[in-house]
């Protein structure tokens, strides 16, 4: 173990800890893998070289069962607290699983917090590459002492298991406090917004997965191309619904106020097998989003 840079002084050690906050470092650490990749570190140069890349995530880890770094971990964690500070009830939903590691966080973070009868999760791979099974999953979660209570997990293509999820949810007159995408691919962003983001309560935030911050639009992943689409569409491309960066991957928003949402376009798309239907016009271009990054980067 190498020690930090600003050093641990004899006062520190007798200092109040913060139990949680270190319980989730310590997490994190587990399930980015950075703790077992990084600690090997003959050298503090070797070590820090070695954290940046799992601070900011990317890299399909061997051991690790996120591809997340800590920057997005501790994102889920800040927006997690902040919807229980500020009132915002409802579960969080996260569609794009993989191994389960940042489902596993986010049950981490809100055990003894929000509800635990509302937390939920909608998992599905997108391809052979990236598809892991729910036992998988499960399985991780005991392997990192994560309780399951209040968990359950809905596999499936978005186009297929969102609707029945969306349904059994306002049949139960469940609000979201955060929705997270990490599907990637324009249709399957799609899909989870046109399906759940009017369940998302008022104050409650929205996280893209694959944004691509400093990427222009069609050269990211196509989820960029649906939010932002979807976003105008429905009028809250607004200074009320500012983007964040995360950590030039992932961003979110909050959401600042209900909107109807156009679902028989969805449907017909759906039924004809072309969104092409729900995209606004003119379409945005590369100057747009250069135009709306500079607005958010300003915005802090």
């Known amino acids: 173990m190498i020690q930090a840079e600003s050093g641990i002084g004899h006062d520190a050690l007798h200092a109040p800890v913060d139990v949680e906050a270190a319980y989730l470092r310590m997490l994190a650490g587990l399930l980015t893998s950075s703790s077992l990749m990084c600690e090997a570190a003959v050298t503090q140069a070797k070590y820090l070289t070695c954290m940046k890349m799992y601070i900011q995530g990317g890299p399909w880890p061997k051991l690790g069962t996120t591809m997340a770094g800590h920057k997005r971990l501790q994102n889920v964690a800040t927006l997690l607290l902040n919807a229980r500070s500020a009132d915002v009830a409802g579960s969080y939903v996260e569609c794009g699983v ?104 008022v104050g409650g935030f929205i996280i893209v997965d694959d944004f691509g911050w400093h990427e222009d639009l069609m050269e990211s992943w196509g989820a960029k191309d649906a939010v932002l689409d979807f976003r105008a569409v429905h009028g809250i491309e607004d200074d009320a619904h500012i983007f964040h960066n995360i950590d030039d991957a992932g961003a979110w928003f909050r959401k600042a106020r209900n909107v109807e949402i156009r679902h028989h376009q969805y449907k017909r798309g759906v039924k004809d097998g072309n969104y092409s239907a729900l995209r606004p016009m003119p379409l945005l271009t590369a100057k747009d989003y250069a135009r709306l990054r500079h607005k958010w980067d300003r915005a802090g």
């Not at 999820?165 to 990490?182: C, N, P, S, V």
Request: charged fraction near 25%; charge should be negative; proline fraction near 3%.
């Open 98 to 201: 993989w191994r389960g590691g940042m489902s596993i966080f986010a049950k981490a973070v809100i055990e003894g917090s929000l509800r635990p009868d509302e937390s939920i999760y909608a998992s599905k791979s997108l391809n052979a590459t990236l598809a892991k099974g729910e036992d998988t999953v499960t399985r991780n979660f005991y392997r990192f002492g994560v309780s399951m209570e209040g968990v359950r997990m809905v596999p499936g293509y978005f186009v297929d298991s969102l609707p029945g999820l969306r349904a059994e949810l306002k049949g139960r007159g469940e609000r979201l406090a955060l929705l997270r995408l990490d599907g990637d691919m324009y249709d399957s962003t799609i899909d989870i917004l046109y399906n759940l983001y009017d369940l998302v309560e």
